[in-house]
C-alpha cells in the first residue's frame, strides 16, 4: 500500500499561485511515476501533469503548459505542483496518484493507469 496526503490547497486570486505538495508514504516512492489530476464540479478527473521516477521526464496537459510545473524530491518522498499565472478554470480538487513503474495497463496520462490516489485538496480561483 501506498497512501498519499496532498497539501497546499487553498484560494487565491486570478493570476496569483499556489503549490500543492502530495507526500508519499507506505512504499518505495522511486519505484513509482507520480502524476497530478483534477475534478471540477460536474467534470469528470483529467490529466494535469506527470513526472517519472528519477524526475528526468515530465508532461504536462495543454490547458496547464507553461504555467503548471511537477517536480518531486525522492530523499522526502514528495512530489509538488507548483501553479502560476491561475485562472478561474483551475479551479478544482487536485489529486496526486501513485502509478507503478512496472505496472503492464493503462498510461500515465489516464486515471486508470494509476495505483494509489490522495484524497484531494481543494483549489478555488477567483477572477
Known amino acids: 500500500q501506498v497512501q498519499l496526503v496532498e497539501s497546499g490547497g487553498g484560494l487565491v486570486q486570478a493570476g496569483g499561485s499556489l503549490r500543492l505538495s502530495c507526500a508519499a508514504s507506505?512504499?518505495?516512492?522511486?519505484?513509482?511515476?507520480m502524476g497530478w489530476f483534477r475534478q471540477a464540479p460536474g467534470k469528470e478527473r483529467e490529466f494535469v501533469a506527470h513526472?517519472?521516477?528519477?524526475?528526468?521526464?515530465?508532461s504536462y496537459a495543454d490547458s496547464v503548459k507553461g504555467r503548471f510545473t511537477i517536480s518531486r524530491d525522492n530523499a522526502k518522498n514528495t512530489v509538488y505542483l507548483q501553479m502560476n499565472s491561475l485562472k478561474p478554470e483551475d479551479t478544482a480538487v487536485y489529486y496526486c496518484g501513485a502509478r507503478f513503474w512496472n505496472r503492464g495497463s493503462g498510461t500515465y496520462y489516464q486515471t486508470g493507469g494509476y495505483d494509489y490516489w490522495g484524497q484531494g485538496t481543494q483549489v478555488t480561483v477567483s477572477s
Open positions: 513526472i517519472s521516477r528519477t524526475g528526468g521526464i515530465t
Open positions: 507506505g512504499r518505495t516512492f522511486t519505484n513509482y511515476i
